[in-house]
C-alpha cells in the first residue's frame, strides 16, 4: 500500500487553541479516516467520512473528505490537555480492497 | 467490554524463537485485519479475513507469517524464527461487511520485542 502524506509532523500548542491538520495521497480514495493513538494504545477511530466534500464533525472535531478525493482535513477547536496524542489519517478505496492506508501521524502537544 | 481484544499485550522473545498473537474481534464482525506499527510510522497492513477467508495479504507478510481465522471468530498470527527486523507492534482490527461503512476499529495491540 501507499503511505498518505500528512502534515504537520508535530505541532505544540497552548490550550484553547485551534488546531488544523491534512492528509494527501497521490491515489483516489471513497473512505477517509481520522484516528487518534495514545502511546503504547491502539488506534482510536474518531471521525469517518465517505463523499466528497462532506464535513463531519464530532464534538469539538471536524473533518473534511477534500473534493479532489486526495485529500482530508481534521480540525480541532479549543484544544484541551486531554487531546495529547498522535492523529493519523487513513485512506481506503474500497474497489481495491480493504487495506487502510496512513499516513505517518501528526504529533500534538497541548499545554495548559 | 465489547471492543477488540488482543493477547498477549507484551511478548519479549529471543531472535530464532517462534511466537503467536491472538485477536478477537467485536463479536459481530465478520472482517478482522491484521497491520503492523513500528515507531514513528502509521500502522501497515498485513492482512485481511472476511469470515474465515483471508482474502488480502501483503508483501510485507513474509512466508515466516502465517494468520489463521480457523471459525471466522477469534484470529491468530504466528511468526516463526523470529528476527530483531519483527519489533513492532502489532494491531488488530475489526469492521462488519454488512454495513456500507469501512469503519475498522483497533484493538490494544501486541507490542513485540525480539532480542
Known amino acids: 500500500g501507499q503511505q498518505l502524506n500528512q502534515s504537520p509532523q508535530s505541532m505544540f500548542i497552548q490550550e484553547g487553541e485551534d488546531v488544523s491538520m491534512n492528509c494527501t495521497s497521490s491515489s483516489i480514495f471513497n473512505t477517509w479516516l481520522w484516528y487518534k493513538q495514545d502511546p503504547g494504545e491502539g488506534p482510536v477511530l474518531l471521525i469517518a467520512l465517505y463523499k466528497a466534500g462532506e464535513l463531519t464533525s464530532n464534538g469539538r472535531l471536524t473533518a473534511q473528505f477534500g473534493i479532489t478525493r486526495k485529500d482530508s482535513f481534521l480540525n480541532i477547536s479549543a484544544s484541551i490537555p486531554s487531546d495529547v496524542g498522535i492523529y493519523f489519517c487513513?485512506?481506503?478505496?474500497?474497489?481495491?480492497?480493504?487495506?487502510?492506508?496512513f499516513g505517518k501521524g501528526t504529533s500534538l502537544l497541548v499545554t495548559p | 467490554d465489547t471492543g477488540v481484544s488482543q493477547d498477549p499485550r507484551h511478548k519479549i522473545t529471543k531472535r530464532g524463537q517462534n511466537v503467536t498473537f491472538r485477536c478477537d474481534p467485536i463479536s459481530e464482525h465478520n472482517r478482522l485485519y491484521w497491520y503492523r506499527q513500528t515507531l514513528g510510522q502509521g500502522p501497515e497492513f498485513l492482512t485481511y479475513?472476511?469470515?474465515?477467508?483471508?482474502?488480502?495479504k501483503s508483501r510485507l507478510l513474509s512466508d515466516r507469517f502465517s494468520a489463521e481465522r480457523p471459525k471466522g471468530s477469534f484470529s491468530t498470527l504466528e511468526i516463526q524464527r523470529t528476527e530483531q527486523g519483527d519489533s513492532a507492534m502489532y494491531l488488530c482490527?475489526?469492521?462488519?461487511?454488512?454495513?456500507?461503512?469501512?469503519?475498522?476499529?483497533f484493538g490494544p495491540g501486541t507490542r513485540l520485542t525480539v532480542l
Open positions: 482490527a475489526s469492521s462488519f461487511r454488512e454495513s456500507s461503512y469501512n469503519e475498522q476499529f
Open positions: 479475513f472476511q469470515n474465515e477467508a483471508q482474502l488480502e
Open positions: 487513513a485512506g481506503l478505496n474500497s474497489n481495491s480492497g480493504y487495506a487502510l492506508n
